[in-house]
């Protein structure tokens, strides 16, 4: 897994003009919550729906999640771009705790 699976999920959830100084703790609680429902190869099972909308659909169908290491990937990588920007100063580190990320 790259940082851009990552980038794309993001933009996906959060919108290709959201600024990464905008994204809050809620905002990484989303990604969490859809990334934890979303099934293998969610993409190629759904192809025309959005990730957000594959993830409820998983989630009202009871759907096999992705592997537990796959979810804590995309997590772990979210969490090393908010360090990142933070180290940057594009992100203000006590905006938002990037160990909850």
Not at 21 to 47: E, G, T, W
Request: glycine share 0%; aromatic share 8%.
């Amino acid at each position: 897994m790259t940082y851009i699976s990552v980038y794309n999920v993001l933009m996906e959830i959060f919108g290709k003009d959201r600024l990464i100084s905008d994204i809050s703790r809620d905002d990484c609680r989303q990604f969490m919550d859809v990334v934890r429902h979303l099934p293998a190869n969610a993409k190629k099972r759904f192809p025309r729906k959005s990730l957000v909308e594959i993830s409820t659909i998983a989630r009202e169908k009871k759907m096999t999640s992705m592997a537990p290491l796959t979810i804590n990937k995309y997590v772990n990588k979210l969490s090393a771009m908010l360090n990142w920007a933070a180290e940057e100063e594009l992100l203000y580190s006590h905006s938002i705790s990037l160990n909850t990320c």
